[in-house]
Structure formats: C-alpha cells, structure tokens
C-alpha cells in the first residue's frame, strides 16, 4: 500500500500549538515511528510535510499536491489537539469511518484517552483535498496535563495503534535485523523480540548476546570468533 503520511505543521509559517508539551514535538515523536513501522511492513510512505513555503495555504496546498501527485492510496494527517480538552478524535470527510479510523481511534483510546469520536471534517484541507480517503488524527490535547502524560509514557504504543489499525498488520517493536539503542546493539530476527545469552550465526560471522540482549562487541560488523 502507498500511504501519504502528513506530519502537520513545522513548516513556517505554518506552526502548530503550545502547550505544556509543542504540538510539533508530539507529531515528529509519534509520526517518525509511524512510518518506520509501516515500512517495515513492507508499505510505500509518502512524507508530504514540506520543507518551506509562503504561507499556511501554501503548506497545505503542497502537502496534498504531494499525495495526488503520487497517487497514494491513503493519506494520514498527524496532529495534536489544544484549547482545554482531553483526548483523541479523527476527522474524515463526513464522518465517514475510512481506511479503519473507528479501529485506530478505538486502539488510541484503549491505551487510555478519552474517545471523542469520528468527526467531520469537511473543512479541513488535509481531508478534504487528497484524491484518496483522508483522515486527520488529533491524538491528544498537547495542554492537558494528563493527556501529556499518557502520550508521554506510550509514544510508541500510540504509533503501532495508527499502524495496526490502518493497516491491520501487527506492527513490530524493533527493525527485522540489527537495531541500536543508546547501550550498543541486538538483534531481532522477527521484529518482536531479540536474541539473549547466546550464540547466534548472522550471515557468515557469530556473535555472542548477552543476558540483555546486547552483542559483545562494540561494533557489531566486527566478527566474533566462536568458541565453547
């Protein structure tokens, strides 16, 4: 599937709200493992965000040029809420549930937001204008307090709430292959989990894993010789 995923705002001057948390910081957080998931799964993203314009028309005008022009077969706008509510809600155009946005609300709001509904949003550009279905995500309020500290502890559940529910495939937790964190390196063989106290062939070369899950040496394109 060819998905255009539109990270709002950021774009001056097209700016997003302030609150306790920068709507902008909620959408690059959540967005960027959006579409790290979704092509991991194998799907074509398409990053409509542009890197200047004119005005806040301009913006929008060059984000939905963008997913017309490469015909995407949905387009997924990524915002945050602000004004003294709570919760989630997703726009389509006439409140119509599109390209599973009923099952990506529901998946938002069990992780714990208030559920205010499929709404339409007819007079939203990012809906209205794409050639393909369009939704626009409003995940949290970015100036409640405690839906900042619900997108705060879930960044990535979130993320895999708008990837299982677009898609219904089941969204890894780590990249297929070698992965990297701020402690050093494992290895996830199917996305889920990773390789721990043990041996393990990758390719033509043996690497040990530690009770962690971390591989011994501090670069993992280093070769380990195998011993027992």
């Known amino acids: 599937m060819k998905i255009g995923i539109d990270l709002g705002h950021?774009?001056?001057?097209d700016t997003g709200a302030i609150g306790i948390v920068a709507e902008e910081t909620i959408i690059n957080n959540v967005g960027a493992l959006v579409i790290s998931k979704l092509r991991d799964l194998g799907h074509e993203?398409?990053?409509?965000?542009?890197?200047?314009?004119?005005?806040v028309n301009d913006s929008l005008q060059k984000r939905y040029n963008k997913a017309n022009n490469n015909n995407v077969d949905?387009?997924?706008s990524i915002h945050a809420?602000?004004?003294?509510g709570h919760g989630t809600e997703i726009f389509t155009y006439g409140a119509k549930d599109v390209c599973g946005a009923s099952e990506i609300l529901k998946k938002i709001c069990d992780i714990g937001f208030n559920n205010r509904g499929i709404k339409d949003g007819k007079n939203l550009a990012m809906v209205r204008r794409p050639s393909a279905p369009a939704m626009l995500i409003e995940i949290c309020f970015c100036d409640s307090q405690s839906d900042v500290d619900l997108y705060s502890n879930n960044i990535e559940n979130i993320a895999n709430a708008i990837v299982e529910g677009l898609t219904g495939q089941a969204s890894n937790k780590y990249s297929v292959g070698w992965n990297q964190d701020d402690v050093?390196?494992?290895?996830s063989s199917d996305g889920?989990?990773?390789?721990?106290?043990?041996?393990?062939?990758i390719k033509e070369d043996y690497y040990h894993f530690n009770d962690i899950g971390y591989a011994?040496?501090?670069?993992?394109i280093l070769a380990v010789s195998y011993t027992h």
Do not use: H
């Not at 809420?81 to 003294?84: E, I, L, R």
């Not at 889920?192 to 106290?197: P, Q, T």
């Open 81 to 84: 809420n602000c004004g003294g």
């Open 216 to 220: 011994d040496c501090n670069k993992w």
């Open 45 to 55: 993203v398409i990053e409509l965000r542009p890197e200047n314009a004119n005005s």
């Open 184 to 187: 050093g390196w494992f290895y």
């Open 10 to 13: 950021e774009c001056y001057p």
């Open 192 to 201: 889920n989990d990773y390789y721990k106290s043990c041996w393990k062939q």
């Open 74 to 76: 949905v387009c997924v």
